[in-house]
């Protein structure tokens, strides 16, 4: 095992308050930490502000870039496009929290909380629902009956809250082996029991007629993981654009965390994924930071790896 756990899942926004309270007041986030770094310390470009945020174990970072106006995401955007990714947080109830977030102004992905249905093994009884962020990043809720999941989903200390933390980012992905070479080969990356989502339900869930698509868990030695999402129908999804960069709103980072970062960068190097240096701050300081490499899988999702 290379990667032992995703420290963070870093956003990029238009307005941090705006995401903050949007977080805290609607999912239940807490603030961890909350400072701005000039551009002699962080980048030769811009300023940014970076707001960390907790839901149980689990962290998210909110980044706004105060000197630029990144791109927004793209209002048609489909759960199929391979720059798509969600946070999928998990729910003690999802009646309760549905009925939570219905009191807010949010943008539906679903109609409404879907249940997988008994026939796809796998993901039988769990009920899901996906919805986006004021900046368009998407996210779903997530109920897991007592067979699924993880442990720590039903551990009784953790149910007496609404909204518990964040099992997985799901990213879709054009080629389910291609990206197995990447996460799991490369990475080290323990690969779960997937599944083959489709019909009514899923189409429903994903707010696409007809969709199916192969879903494949993967985990690190511990904590959130990660999920690929392969959409067979509808195909060809559209790529990432190669002029995105880190301050357009598209842009979401999964923190890695290794315990032989040289060792995964040389084998990365070797089958030609390139890997930037760069400083990556604490979460409680601007001036304190660390090092690792911003790489790219092979649909162009941004990985941050660091150090353990």
Same mark, same amino acid.
């Given at each position: 095992? &290379? ?10 926004? *238009? ?13 239940? #986030? ?26 149980? *174990?689990?962290?998210?970072? &909110? ?6 106006? +990144? ?36 943008? /539906? ?7 997988? =249905? ?6 039988? +009884?769990?009920?899901? #629902?996906? #919805?986006?962020?004021? %900046?368009? /990043? ?6 897991? =009956?007592?067979?699924?999941?993880? @442990? ?11 909204? &518990? ?31 083959? @989502? ?8 994903? +707010? ?8 494949? =868990? ?22 990432? =654009?190669? %002029? ?6 598209? *842009? ?31 979460? %409680? ?14 649909? +162009?999702?941004?990985?941050? &790896?660091?150090?353990?």
């Amino acid at each position: 095992m &290379l990667v032992l756990n995703i420290r963070a899942i870093r956003l990029t926004v *238009t307005d941090v308050n705006r995401s903050q309270n949007f977080y805290t007041q609607v999912l239940g #986030f807490e603030t961890v930490s909350d400072f701005t770094v000039d551009e002699q310390n962080y980048s030769d470009r811009e300023t940014i502000r970076i707001t960390t945020l907790q839901l149980g *174990t689990e962290v998210i970072e &909110l980044i706004q870039y105060l000197d630029v106006e +990144g791109k927004p995401i793209p209002k048609d955007s489909q759960s199929n496009d391979l720059w798509f990714q969600h946070l999928a947080i998990v729910v003690s109830d999802m009646d309760s929290a549905y009925a939570h977030l219905q009191s807010f102004k949010i943008e /539906h992905i679903s109609t409404e909380p879907q249940t997988i =249905p008994l026939s796809n093994a796998a993901s039988a +009884g769990v009920r899901a #629902f996906k #919805f986006k962020d004021p %900046d368009g /990043h998407n996210l779903e809720l997530i109920w897991f =009956p007592a067979d699924k999941g993880e @442990n720590k989903w039903h551990n009784k200390l953790q149910t007496n809250r609404l909204f &518990l933390g964040i099992d997985h980012s799901a990213i879709t992905v054009a080629d389910t082996k291609q990206s197995l070479k990447f996460y799991r080969n490369y990475l080290g990356m323990h690969v779960k029991e997937g599944s083959l @989502n489709s019909g009514e339900t899923q189409a429903y869930l994903d +707010g696409l007629p007809e969709a199916k698509v192969k879903v494949t =868990p993967l985990r690190p030695d511990k904590g959130m993981g990660i999920e690929m999402l392969d959409y067979i129908v509808p195909a060809n999804g559209r790529p990432i =654009p190669s %002029d995105w960069t880190s301050f357009d709103i598209a *842009t979401v980072q999964i923190e890695l965390v290794a315990n032989d970062i040289e060792k995964i960068v040389e084998r990365l190097r070797q089958h030609s994924v390139e890997c930037l240096s760069t400083q990556i701050f604490l979460p %409680d300081s601007a001036s304190s930071y660390y090092e690792g490499f911003l790489v790219k899988d092979p649909n +162009g999702h941004s990985i941050l &790896l660091i150090a353990e």
